[in-house]
C-alpha cells in the first residue's frame, strides 16, 4: 500500500478530504446563481458578457472536475468502509481510518490544486456578484443600466477585460509587444 511521504502531504489530504464538501457546496450554489444571471447580463449588461462568458467556462470546467473528485472521494470512502467492516468481522481489526489509502486513488497535488481554483473562482464570482447586485441597486433608483454601470464603474472600476493565469490580458499583449520591439531597438543601437 502506498503511503503517504511527508507530513505536508498528510496536511494536503487532510485538507482535501475535510475542506472538500464546503468547496463544494459554495462552487455548486455560485455556480447557479451564475448561471441564473444570464438573462440580466446579455440584456442590460452586454459589457460584461465576456467577462461573464469566461466565468461560466472556468466554473462548468471545475464543476466537472470537482464532481469527478466527489464521486471519486465517495466510492473510495465506500470501499474503504466496506474493507474496515470485513476486517473488523473477520480479524477483529479496527481504527484504520481513511487517510492511508486516498492517495492511491488521487494525487493530492491534482485535488489541492482543484480546490485552489476554485478558491480562486468564487474569490471571482463574488466580485461579479458584488457588481451586479450594486448595477441591480443602482436600477432600482430609476438609473438606466448605461448610467448603473458608469456609476459601479467609478466605485468598483472597469470590468476585468479577462485573464489568463491571473495575468491581465491587456498586460500580456504589453509584453508581447516589448518583447519583439526591444530587439528591434536595441539592433538599430
Known amino acids: 500500500m502506498a503511503q503517504i511521504a511527508t507530513q505536508q502531504e498528510a496536511q494536503s489530504w487532510y485538507s482535501v478530504v475535510t475542506d472538500f464538501p464546503n468547496y463544494w457546496v459554495n462552487l455548486q450554489k455560485n455556480f447557479q446563481g451564475l448561471l441564473a444571471q444570464s438573462n440580466y447580463i446579455v440584456t442590460k449588461h452586454p459589457e460584461l458578457r465576456s467577462q461573464y462568458d469566461q466565468m461560466v467556462r472556468e466554473g462548468s470546467e471545475l464543476y466537472n ?71 441591480k441597486s443602482e436600477e432600482a433608483k430609476g438609473l438606466s443600466p448605461q448610467q448603473a454601470a458608469a456609476n459601479v464603474d467609478m466605485v468598483l472600476g472597469k470590468p476585468s477585460s479577462g485573464s489568463f493565469f491571473g495575468i491581465p490580458i491587456k498586460m500580456i499583449m504589453i509584453g508581447a509587444a516589448a518583447l519583439l520591439l526591444i530587439p528591434l531597438i536595441m539592433g538599430r543601437k
Open 65 to 135: 472536475r470537482m464532481n469527478t473528485l466527489n464521486e471519486t472521494i465517495n466510492s473510495i470512502k465506500s470501499n474503504w468502509n466496506a474493507f474496515t467492516g470485513w476486517l473488523k468481522s473477520t480479524v477483529g481489526m479496527s481504527g484504520l481510518g481513511i487517510l492511508p489509502i486516498i492517495p492511491v486513488a488521487i494525487g493530492a497535488a491534482a485535488a489541492g490544486s482543484t480546490l485552489y481554483l476554485v478558491g480562486q473562482w468564487l474569490t471571482k464570482a463574488a466580485e461579479m456578484a458584488k457588481r451586479i447586485d450594486l448595477y
